[in-house]
């Protein structure tokens, strides 16, 4: 049977969350990202973006195309307790749902029996009514093209990609829109008069290879729009697990437990609504001279809540001696069991 995937991305996520906490912003250009000398911006919204602010871009610039916009440092904790309220949502669509970041996630309708234009409407009536947000969705029968379809419109898109309109309709896009085209690959192609998808689909498939290595296959199908990626659930992941870039550089353990308890609240949710419990935690950080340091634990019994969660990630922290600034906390929970095998064990 013919898969039906969407990919769901909500607008301008953290500056909608500004906004939504203070309406006065409300049709302004809102730009939230480092504030600092050597800040870039995370994102803003579509007011500012018509003046040529983007994210990543060093705030400095922002400042000098849009004078007049409001400067926001950002609120990492604010972000994922929405974050949770949106995937809540999404989980009582469907459970065959792959986070992939914050915003952004792929959900597998196919054993659903509304139309997908029917569930997608209704997952932008239930995000607007209870949260005031907007999303973006992208319907199509695999993932490439449901990706696409979501940013066809943003913000508060609906697209649908069937298989009729294809390849035609992928034909004028730009080479960046192929999700695995990197920069550099763009550049290499633009430099022998590629520009877009129809100049890339009349290449031959060894060209592929010789430019892409071994994703030349993957690319020269996706322009045909084929791609078989499945939409992995956590359970398959056999990992749960959130990590953020600090707000700042921080040593401070006390801050350094926020994190650990908004990620908690999200680890629980995935597990309750996957009836999953975990017994390893692992925590992850990155020093402000990116160095990884991970720590695990194996827990004495399979836990799920997020108190526990917390509490065990904490425990892990207390034990660390940190030498320098921490600029990327996450954690994880793996070992996972369905709960009703631990039910069985117990016996
Ligand atoms: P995106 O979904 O890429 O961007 P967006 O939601 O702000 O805007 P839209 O989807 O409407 O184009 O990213 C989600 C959030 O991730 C974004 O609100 C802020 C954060 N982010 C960064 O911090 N740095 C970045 O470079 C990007 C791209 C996003
Ligand atoms: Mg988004």
């Not at 730009?31 to 990543?56: H, L, M, P, Q």
Request: net charge positive.
């Amino acid at each position: 049977m013919e898969r039906v995937i969407l990919h769901v991305d909500m607008d301008a996520f953290f500056a909608a969350v500004e906004v939504m906490d203070n309406p006065t912003l409300k049709g302004k250009p809102v730009i939230v990202g480092g504030t600092s000398e050597r800040g870039v911006v995370a994102t803003c919204s579509y007011e500012a973006r018509k003046f040529g602010v983007r994210s990543a871009m060093p705030t400095y610039i922002a400042k000098e195309k849009c004078p007049h916009g409001i400067f926001i440092h950002p609120k990492h904790y604010r972000y994922e307790e929405v974050s949770n309220e949106v995937f809540k949502i999404l989980y009582s669509i469907t459970k065959k749902i792959e986070p992939v970041s914050i915003d952004e996630a792929y959900l597998d309708i196919t054993d659903l029996k509304e139309s997908p234009e029917i569930i997608a409407s209704k997952i932008k009536y239930k995000v607007k009514k209870s949260l005031g947000l907007t999303i973006s969705i992208g319907i199509s029968y695999n993932k490439f093209l449901a990706k696409l379809a979501s940013d066809w419109n943003k913000p508060n898109g609906l697209k649908i990609i069937s298989r009729d309109m294809v390849p035609k309709i992928l034909f004028p896009l730009t080479l960046s829109k192929v999700h695995g085209l990197g920069q550099k690959s763009v550049k290499k192609l633009n430099n022998i008069g590629i520009f877009n998808v129809e100049q890339l689909y009349n290449l031959p498939k060894e060209l592929f290879y010789e430019y892409f290595g071994k994703f030349g296959g993957e690319i020269y199908d996706r322009i045909r729009g084929e791609d078989n990626r499945q939409v992995v659930t956590f359970r398959e992941r056999k990992s749960v697990g959130r990590e953020t870039t600090l707000k700042r550089n921080t040593q401070d353990k006390e801050e350094l437990k926020l994190y650990i308890k908004a990620f908690s609240s999200h680890i629980e949710e995935y597990l309750l609504d996957n009836n999953l419990s975990g017994k390893t935690l692992t925590l992850k950080l990155k020093t402000a001279s990116f160095e990884n340091h991970t720590k695990s634990k194996t827990l004495s019994k399979y836990i799920s809540l997020k108190d526990e969660i917390y509490e065990e990630g904490c425990k892990i922290i207390e034990e660390l001696e940190l030498k320098e600034d921490i600029r990327l906390i996450g954690i994880s929970i793996t070992s996972l069991i369905t709960n009703e095998i631990q039910q069985l064990t117990l016996f």
